[in-house]
């Protein structure tokens, strides 16, 4: 039961103050402050204070002992792997509009590159290593972001009551065919559009987009959306893209699952953040990064419809959990105004987000998480009793490996 220390990652569309102000650091930052990293991710991973204040590698600890850390399930799956990754997600601007393989593409993908001898640093390379990359995002404050291909009928709505009238072909050719094989050949004709084409059909999406807001029509999120989106990204193939996908808010404590497959960008807001231990990213847009538009399209899935918010199953009282099919990853959220017991089979990563707890487990093990602190629990650990450390309660947030 140690403490962690845990890297920040200074990504340009991180915020200068969520970040700062849970770590309880000076506001607002000097640079921005995208992700707080917490596991065994090989880029950054966290270390663990020791008793005596030594600092070790989670990795190395991993390493050196997977059947007492990870636990003998966890182990004989992932082997020395911690499985998932835990963050803390705070965007001020929009991310890349992507989508991760399936566990059986990412293997395909990163056989096919290593055997081309794509080095596993190159700009170009799509696939780091051959794992899938399933995520969950759960909001902290209101968070906006593009998930999942609309309802293609609504999609003809939105498209028709823009009237840009050298855009009518493409929005036809969805009404002609409002089902996922019509979404396909709308999506692939749109971001493989020449630049000259896309620098003449932008103008007319954004003025059109301006003058739905200006009448408060129907759509005034999703317009207001691309011409953030416009601005920020001019002349990129994403902006139009942007069109197909679900405009998602989130209220703190809800959720959505992102498996592979889903196109999505964040937006706007923090959250904690969970997925699998990969880095296995298809970008379509948003981004000046490397676009592969065959491998995009052999990795999207274009089922459609509204995005599932999930807003946890409440297992015990005080406790949430938020269920997905990933078996790399499981997050619950606690809320702990009496004392509650914590108990798994596999490691366990803790990160306070509201007031104090205590925690304490059948040895006599103790420690004190205050806000914007996380904790390492190993498998061979006892049961932990958390409890408030005051009288006012306080939310934290668990990550396990999944179950089958």
């Avoid at 999120?221 to 405009?247: F, H, K, M, S």
């Avoid at 999930?310 to 009496?338: K, N, Q």
């Avoid at 803790?350 to 104090?356: A, D, N, S, V, W």
Wanted: hydrophobic content about 40%; glycine content about 8%; proline content about 8%.
């Amino acid at each position: 039961m140690d403490l962690l220390h845990n890297a920040v990652r200074p990504y340009a569309w991180g915020s200068r103050t969520a970040i700062a102000e849970l770590l309880g650091k000076e506001v607002p930052a000097p640079h921005p402050e995208a992700e707080l990293w917490m596991g065994a991710h090989p880029g950054d991973p966290s270390r663990i204070v020791g008793a005596d204040g030594v600092e070790r590698s989670l990795l190395d600890l991993l390493a050196s002992d997977p059947d007492g850390q990870l636990g003998s399930r966890c182990a004989n799956r992932w082997g020395a792997r911690l499985p998932f990754l835990l963050k803390v997600l705070a965007a001020e601007e929009a991310l890349s509009l992507q989508a991760h393989p399936s566990a059986e593409q990412a293997a395909d993908g990163f056989a096919a590159e290593e055997a081309a001898g794509v080095p596993r640093d190159s700009a170009v390379r799509n696939y780091k290593d051959p794992a899938a990359k399933p995520e969950l995002i759960c909001a902290l404050t209101q968070f906006h972001a593009l998930a999942g291909f609309r309802d293609p009928h609504r999609t003809v709505k939105l498209l028709k009551s823009l009237d840009a009238p050298d855009f009518a072909p493409y929005t036809e050719l969805l009404a002609a065919q409002p089902d996922s094989n019509g979404l396909r050949a709308l999506f692939t004709t749109l971001i493989t559009l020449p630049q000259q084409r896309l620098d003449h059909l932008l103008p007319q999406v954004i003025e059109a987009c301006v003058q739905h807001v200006k009448d408060h029509g129907e759509f005034d999120l999703e317009c207001r959306t691309i011409l953030e989106l416009g601005e920020d990204y001019p002349g990129d193939a994403g902006v139009l893209a942007a069109l197909l996908l679900n405009r998602v808010v989130l209220q703190p404590g809800e959720a959505i699952h992102l498996p592979a497959g889903n196109l999505h960008a964040y937006l706007h807001g923090t959250g904690i953040e969970i997925l699998a231990n990969s880095d296995n990213v298809l970008r379509c847009g948003l981004t000046p990064k490397h676009v592969d538009v065959p491998e995009l399209l052999r990795v999207l899935d274009f089922t459609c419809g509204d995005m599932p918010v999930l807003r946890g199953e409440e297992t015990a009282p005080g406790v949430c959990v938020y269920r997905t099919p990933a078996p790399e990853f499981e997050l619950s959220r606690l809320d702990v105004a009496t004392e509650t017991r914590v108990n798994h089979d596999g490691p366990q990563i803790i990160i306070c987000t509201r007031g104090t707890v205590v925690l304490t487990n059948d040895r006599g093990d103790h420690v004190e998480l205050r806000r914007g602190q996380s904790v390492w629990l190993p498998a061979s650990d006892p049961a932990v009793l958390v409890r408030p450390a005051g009288d006012e309660s306080a939310q934290l947030f668990r990550a396990t490996a999944g179950t089958d």
